[in-house]
């Protein structure tokens, strides 16, 4: 990667909700090759979220691709009420809130994480 | 309950019962101090020391089991311990190089390391239970914590949390416990041995039915 320019792909709810299971791990891992940060509205569950650790982990060839970085939003009003249910918004158990970011590693630099927002700094 | 975690509970609880031992994963992710843990358990119950401890990350790059009998009052639990290595998102050699790793080295490491992550996922569906390792001197809401700990919930895998390194004084293992209030938590120090027997307890409590 050399940083001149960087794609972000905003995707909405409905994008996803068309794909498999494979097609989702295989369209994050593509694109975070190719230097892109996805923007997801909602979040991906545990055992997706733990193929894609493990596909990137394999793809990731020491020179080109180091891997990526994973940020997810929790919606705001669930995540005031308590910490606990801040850690379920997290684990994703409503997968139809927030917001997930993934870009390759250490592209987004003074990345700022607020309770319902995150600043990215792209460069 | 959905047909496939009927499968998965059964298949695990066939695969349990043909083991003598309850095997458990240490899981967490890179040098929050899972073989610090293993070596102090293995030396608390006379089982040989599981690996090296270093403060580069990714030391670990292939698990390590290793028989641990923990007696505890009159209950008496056959464990299997597997040390894995540690879940990252991301290895960069370049990382290694600060350690006086030469390029050579830092390559293979991270070549290993990636490996390493790859078998410690794999493994997360051949345990019957798991201590989550987290340094309680660091943020505990990282991605990897809360897909380790929402990977293992989904799959119904008991598992206890882990704040380790309590010795620290820059350690906030209350941010530990307020991040992960739902599950069982112990607070200990692997290096000191600090609360060990806490987590002997709640081991023999937790993963023996
Ligand atoms: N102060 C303090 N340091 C600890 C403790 N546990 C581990 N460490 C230190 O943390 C560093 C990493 O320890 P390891 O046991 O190698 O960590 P790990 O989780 O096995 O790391 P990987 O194998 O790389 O995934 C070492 O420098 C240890 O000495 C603890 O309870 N207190
Ligand atoms: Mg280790």
Known sequence: ?123 | MKPKSVIQRLLRYFRSRSREEVRIGIYGAPNVGKTTLANRIAEDWGAERFGEVSEIPHETRCSVRRRVRIELGSSRVDFEIVDTPGVATKVDYRKFLKYGLDVREAKQRAKEATRGVVEAIRMLKNIDGALVVIDSTKDPLTQVNVTLIGNLEANEIPFIVVANKIDLKEADPSAVEDAFSDYPIVKVSAKTGENMEDLYKAMVREFTS
């Not at chain 1, 394999?58 to 691709?65: A, C, I, K, L």
């Not at chain 1, 308590?82 to 809130?97: F, I």
């Open chain 1, 1 to 123: 990667m050399t940083g001149e320019e960087i794609k972000v792909e905003v995707m909405a709810k409905s994008a996803l909700e068309g794909m498999s299971r494979t097609e989702i791990v295989d369209y994050v891992i593509e694109k975070a090759k190719d230097g892109a940060v996805i923007v997801f509205e909602g979040q991906l569950n545990p055992d997706l979220l733990t193929e894609i650790i493990q596909r990137t982990m394999e793809e990731v060839d020491v020179e080109e691709f180091t891997g990526i970085d994973i940020y997810v939003v929790p919606p705001k009003a669930k995540a005031q009420r308590s910490r606990r249910s801040l850690v379920d918004k997290l684990l994703g158990r409503r997968s139809e809130e927030g917001v997930t970011v993934i870009s390759p590693a250490d592209v987004l630099k003074d990345l700022k994480k607020g309770e319902d927002f995150i600043t990215l700094k792209l460069g």
